[in-house]
């Protein structure tokens, strides 16, 4: 961007009438700043406020005595303003984003000093799935032995099983439900111990970082 010279600020001002042999006028309470700019043509414009034609360069605004009070521009088109917006809000979203792991960080540190209480608690979320898998194993057995038992009442009916009574064939209909949501649930439940392990193992890999960062340097 081309910057105005002396000579060219003398120019614009004695253009705009304000320098010359001429008697000045009386001066005004208050005075009027001059907008300066040079078009893509390289002519100097002055006007008394922005000028429409240089909205796309800078342009600059001189006080008394031609001083430079500030510069202005250039406008942006709606598209550069709409970048620049997405700009700035990408970086406001990258700040807060940094803000918010830093926090994460700060509270994992409180949460697991070291990798004992970090393991520790491994072992007490895995403790309890293994408890549910426990229990949810022994209610299949339970349920495997009642159809033992029902295989049983079922042999009377071997030759004939169109006299099956209702009530044991809903008896039979429950029990299979009843195993097939125990064995899904228990499959559930291993698959919540791979869960919480990637979870602690990624949550490891981070606090090594952290804790070296905490580490006292030692010096020899």
Not at 9 to 31: D, K, R, Y
Not at 60 to 66: I, N, R
Not at 70 to 78: C, K, Q, V
Request: proline share 5%.
């Amino acid at each position: 961007m081309r910057h105005l010279t002396k000579g060219l600020i003398a120019a614009a001002l004695l253009a705009s009438g304000m320098l010359g042999h001429a008697a000045p006028a009386p001066a005004p309470a208050q005075t009027q700043e001059i907008y300066t700019c040079i078009n893509d043509k390289g002519t100097v414009l002055t006007a008394d406020r922005p000028i429409a034609s240089c909205m796309d360069r800078t342009q600059t605004v001189l006080g008394p005595g031609g001083t430079v009070v500030r510069t202005i521009g250039p406008s942006l088109t709606a598209q550069e303003r709409a970048a620049q917006e997405a700009k700035e809000r990408q970086a406001r979203d990258d700040q807060l984003r940094q803000a918010e792991e830093k926090r994460r960080d700060r509270a994992l540190l409180v949460r697991y000093p070291n990798n004992a209480v970090h393991e520790q608690e491994r072992a007490q979320a895995l403790g309890q799935v293994d408890d549910v898998i426990r229990a949810a194993q022994k209610r299949a057995s339970e349920l495997q032995a009642e159809r033992q038992s029902i295989n049983t009442e079922l042999e009377f009916y071997k030759g004939d099983p169109a006299k099956i009574p209702p009530a044991l064939k809903n008896e039979l209909a429950d029990n299979q439900h009843s195993i097939a949501v125990q064995a899904q649930f228990i499959t559930e439940q291993e698959a919540e111990k791979k869960r919480i392990n990637a979870r602690f193992d990624a949550e490891l890999v981070k606090l090594k970082k952290l804790w070296l960062l905490q580490a006292p340097v030692t010096t020899h």
